[in-house]
């Protein structure tokens, strides 16, 4: 086995929870429509859809005073080709985006010799797309829809499984509590279809965030072109100096990329630094480890910008949603019966939920009521603003 194909069985290795899952959630859907008492049906995501898209357009419209586009699709797509839709989401530079297409399309298809033929094309580029591909299609099975480019794609796979088996888990008669799950799942499309809808009125948020992650990858795609030029006997000190496992010989990519994994700033300096990195103004680095590589101080401070800007405009984005779905659907019966039954909580414990973004919302909100997300869209906060929303509403009345 060669050392790129090790590449793609770790790869692989490390999203096995989720592919595991996936297959016992189609053993259970398979065996649940093979069983005769099993005898009640449930509506499709795409029925429940057409039938609560409307009347949710219309609160949105009401609650924020924006109106989410009448040119709005929505897509139903199966297992393989929605984690190729997961892969058009990553803002990859512009001579990356055909690499991680080609990236999210091998592990789609769990093809090893696909995946290690593209680590083979730009190694580089996959150290830095690769903690994408982990991370997007491990929690597939927990995200039930996704907003791209005028599209809302819903996750079909789970959501036309997952109320089959929670009803089959409490067992007969199936009818006794069809009518309960029925409504938690119509509960569950709602919460989905909604916070896309959000999504989509978010564009000025949206471009900031997109703009601000092409720049992180474009330097995290410098620092892993310099680890691996790296001398090999810069190599093994630095691997020495950080304490990183001993890697054989014979693997020379390895041991380049667990240097870029651990001093990638994603991962180094807010585990260095902590949370509060995103309202720094500057960083300072280990000398030693700054002899190594002359390049990194400067890498990291210029990292330091757009990583912020992505966490405001990302935290914002994701709260305004949360805050939207907790006030339109507070008194709906069915995603109240959603948290009961496929959440386990209610609606009080969901509300408390702490989140920086529906923090921030809120409290803008509480002062400016329904013109609170034309002004977030418009004027996005900068992250000390978002930890201190005083600071936000400050600043915002001054305009």
């Not at 072109?225 to 390895?254: G, H």
Request: charged fraction near 25%; glycine fraction near 4%; aromatic fraction near 10%.
């Amino acid at each position: 086995m060669t050392e790129l194909e090790e590449f793609a069985d770790a790869l692989l290795d490390q999203i096995s929870v989720e592919i595991n899952e996936e297959k016992d959630i189609s053993t259970l859907s398979s065996r649940i429509s093979e069983d005769s008492d099993f005898d009640v049906k449930f509506e499709s995501p795409q029925q429940v859809t057409q039938r609560v898209k409307s009347d949710l357009v219309k609160k949105i419209s009401e609650f924020t005073g924006i109106s989410p586009s009448s040119n709005i699709e929505i897509e139903f797509p199966n297992l393989e080709e929605l984690k190729r839709i997961k892969g058009k989401k990553v803002f990859a530079t512009t001579d990356a985006r055909d690499f991680v297409d080609k990236l999210f399309s091998a592990l789609a298809k769990q093809d090893r010799q696909s995946i290690a033929t593209v680590i083979k094309e730009d190694t580089a580029k996959f150290l830095v797309y690769s903690t994408y591909a982990k991370s997007y299609i491990s929690k597939i099975s927990t995200t039930y829809g996704d907003y791209l480019e005028n599209t809302i794609y819903v996750n079909n796979f789970v959501l036309s499984s997952y109320p089959q088996i929670i009803l089959y888990k409490q067992g007969k008669p199936y009818n006794l509590r069809f009518d309960m799950v029925n409504s938690g799942y119509v509960g569950a499309l709602k919460m989905t279809i909604l916070e896309e809808l959000v999504h989509s009125i978010q564009t000025d948020l949206y471009e900031q965030n997109k703009t601000a992650v092409v720049e992180v990858n474009k330097i995290n795609e410098e620092l892993a072109k310099i680890i691996l030029n790296l001398d090999d006997s810069i190599a093994s000190k630095l691997a020495e100096y950080l304490q990183l496992p001993d890697v054989p010989p014979e693997f020379p990519i390895a041991k380049r990329a667990n240097l870029f994994f651990t001093l990638n700033p994603d991962n180094f300096i807010v585990n260095v630094l902590g949370p509060d990195v995103m309202t720094f103004t500057k960083v300072e680095i280990d000398p030693t480890i700054s002899s190594m590589i002359p390049q990194l101080l400067d890498i990291y401070q210029r990292w330091l910008g757009p990583i912020q800007r992505h966490h405001a405009a990302f935290s914002t984005m994701e709260g305004m949603a949360e805050f939207c779905v907790q006030k339109i659907l507070a008194d709906d019966e069915d995603f109240a019966q959603y948290l009961t039954t496929f959440m386990g909580t209610d609606i009080s414990s969901y509300q408390v939920r702490k989140h920086m973004g529906k923090d921030l919302t809120n409290q803008v909100y509480s002062v400016h009521g329904k013109q609170t997300f034309e002004i977030l869209i418009q004027n996005p906060p900068n992250t000390r603003e978002l930890k201190d929303p005083q600071l936000y509403l400050k600043r915002i009345s001054t305009k």
